[in-house]
Every structure is written in structure tokens, then in C-alpha cells.
């Protein structure tokens, strides 16, 4: 926790004078406090997880990548460096003997994207903002995915480990046991198209393009977090995009069509020959619902978030029969 450091995170970046400072948003690897000082209103990501020596260099490539898709016409967040030239600075807690990392970016102000209201809006804007990050430049040496991120993008629950944790959540008494089970073939099925990454038509891409790292904003769309970009395919980042933005609650037909137009006319030259470019697609929602479940299985707390959570994750899984509707559109579109 970075409570009572903000003049000191504020001395660090040369932001001057603290006027305010608070808790914006939470997540998994880091939490984002707003702080506004004389010099403008600044986001500080505070990191969950101690950086690891790959992590100067992946923020340097990020930042770079950010600015040149910014001067092309993308709104996104400014890294700010420290007084030392730095992208990240730990604050020492001598109490503690502990040392916490925090990087700086200009905020924006917008309420996050919501799917199911904002993308049929947003169809447009992603896929022509989608282009115009393969079309920039390269930063030098862009880094790979990092290897967990990897991980999540490439691999996926076995069979048995489903079975698993059926097996626990029955023993537990959950209340989605036999919904899990009534999922389990689905899920299945769905490994089916996760597989290795492809080295073909690869740029350093944003991985993460999720509607929450998405703000509507006065002005139209402004896409954040650009902490793990890397260089990876290019069809398979299409894959997911087309996926997790437009087939939550049902296929989008003519989104999907819009999607693909506009990302066509900017220059955008990923391809969906067949079902193995939703892989990144695939093995993230599979790895989703599985933390989901098990996160749910370890948590003693009864205050029925980490269950609704669960619920909500296994009301409508993605399946091969949708992934395979998205292909039917694009071919019919292209």
C-alpha cells in the first residue's frame, strides 16, 4: 500500500504538489490510484508483484509502442519517468523492509467500456485502432510475451483437471456443482483450437485489449494498459479481439462486419483462416473460468462474490459452435 507516499511518488516523477490522491481501480497485478498535483492528474500503478529484471526493459518497449500509436491517432495514457530518467521507482519501506514499484501515466478521465453496451459502438474504433498498432514500427528488440502471460494465451485446463475440481466442488457443497459439470464437455471441446503460438505475420502488439482496459471518454475511446505488449501474431490478437468484444451475449453479425472493415481500410492484415487463430481466445476464457473456479474453491470467506463470480463465468462459456460462427462471418465478410 502506497497510503501516505504520494508526495514522495510525487518527488520521484516531478509531478510538484500533491492536491489529491486516491484509490482508483483494483486488479490482479497491480492497483491504480489517481493522484492529481499542480502539474496535472496522473495515474500511479502500484505493482502486486515485485518486478523481475525483464520488466525495465518490456515498460521501455511498451512505452514506445504507446507513443507512436498515440501520434497516429490513438488515444492512450503518457508514461511519465522519474527525476532519474526511469519508467519504474520503488518506495522504500524501511518499517517494513519492504520496497514497492509504482509507474506513472497521464490520466483520463472516461467510465470503463461495458460489452454489452459499448461494443457495438465501439466495433469501428477497435478494428480500426487494432491496424493502427500492427502498422507501426516495431520498437528495437520487442520483447516476447511475458511467460506467464504466455502461459495464459497458449495452454489451458486438461480434462482431468476439470474433473478435479468437479470433484472439490462437489465435496465443498458449491452451488454451481452441477452446472460445471453440465459445462465440463464444452470446455473441453474448446482445448481443441489452443495450441502453440504462431510465428507468422507477428508485430509487438497491446495483449490485452479487453473492454476494461478500454475508457469512453468525452472525446470517444482511449485504450490503456500497455504494460505486457509484445511481439506476437498477429492473427491470433485478431482472434481474441473479435471475440471477446462481440460474442459475449450472442454473435454480433454486423459489428463483426463493421470490425472487419474498419480494421481492413486502416491496413490491418491479420487473417482467421480456421478456428486455431481463436487460440489465444480460447485458452484466456478457459483459463478464466478454471481460476474462477478454483479461486472460488480456496476462498473461505462466505460472502458470495467469488460464487457469483463463478456463476456468471459458466452461465454462457464460449464454445466451438461461436468460434465457428465468427469464422462463417468473416469469410462471408472478406
Not at 61 to 68: E, G, I, W
Not at 70 to 78: E, F, K, L, S, Y
Not at 98 to 122: K, L, N
Not at 201 to 211: A, E, K, V
Request: with cysteine.
Amino acid at each position: 500500500m502506497i497510503v501516505g507516499q504520494a508526495q514522495v511518488v510525487a518527488d520521484a516523477f516531478a509531478l510538484g504538489q500533491v492536491r489529491a490522491f486516491g484509490h482508483a481501480a483494483d486488479g490482479p497485478m497491480s492497483r491504480i490510484w489517481r493522484l492529481d498535483a499542480t502539474s496535472g492528474c496522473y495515474a500511479v500503478k502500484e505493482f502486486r508483484i515485485a518486478p523481475d529484471d525483464e520488466t525495465p526493459t518490456r515498460l521501455e518497449a511498451s512505452a514506445l509502442l504507446a507513443d507512436a500509436v498515440r501520434r497516429a491517432g490513438v488515444r492512450t495514457p503518457r508514461s511519465v519517468r522519474s527525476s532519474t530518467g526511469s519508467l519504474l521507482h520503488g518506495l522504500h519501506d524501511h518499517a517494513a523492509a519492504d520496497v514497492t514499484y509504482v509507474s506513472v501515466a497521464t490520466w483520463i478521465d472516461g467510465r470503463t467500456c461495458e460489452v454489452r453496451r459499448d461494443a457495438e459502438t465501439a466495433a469501428a474504433w477497435l478494428g480500426e485502432t487494432l491496424a493502427a498498432i500492427e502498422l507501426v514500427p516495431d520498437p528495437p528488440n520487442p520483447p516476447p510475451l511475458d511467460p506467464w502471460l504466455a502461459g495464459w494465451l497458449t495452454e489451458s485446463p486438461t480434462e482431468a483437471q476439470w474433473c478435479a475440481v468437479l470433484d472439490q466442488a462437489y465435496r465443498a457443497g458449491r452451488p454451481w456443482a452441477e452446472v460445471l459439470e453440465s459445462r465440463i464437455p464444452r470446455l473441453a471441446n474448446l482445448t481443441a483450437v489452443v495450441g502453440s503460438p504462431s510465428n507468422d505475420r507477428q508485430s509487438m502488439l497491446h495483449t490485452d485489449l479487453q473492454p476494461k482496459n478500454v475508457l469512453v471518454t468525452s472525446t470517444g475511446f482511449a485504450l490503456l494498459d500497455w504494460d505486457d505488449a509484445a511481439l506476437c501474431s498477429r492473427d491470433l490478437i485478431l482472434g481474441r479481439t473479435l471475440v471477446e468484444w462481440l460474442t459475449p451475449d450472442g454473435v454480433h453479425t454486423d459489428a463483426i462486419t463493421r470490425f472487419l472493415r474498419s480494421y481492413r481500410a486502416r491496413g490491418g492484415s491479420g487473417a482467421i483462416a480456421d478456428l486455431s487463430h481463436f487460440g489465444y481466445a480460447a485458452a484466456a476464457h478457459l483459463n478464466h473460468v478454471h481460476e474462477a473456479v478454483t479461486s472460488d474453491l480456496a476462498d473461505d470467506h462466505d460472502d458470495g462474490n467469488s460464487a457469483w463470480l463463478v456463476t456468471a463465468a459458466l452461465t454462457n462459456p464460449l464454445d466451438l459452435s461461436t468460434l465457428e460462427h465468427v469464422l462463417d462471418i468473416l469469410r462471408t465478410a472478406e
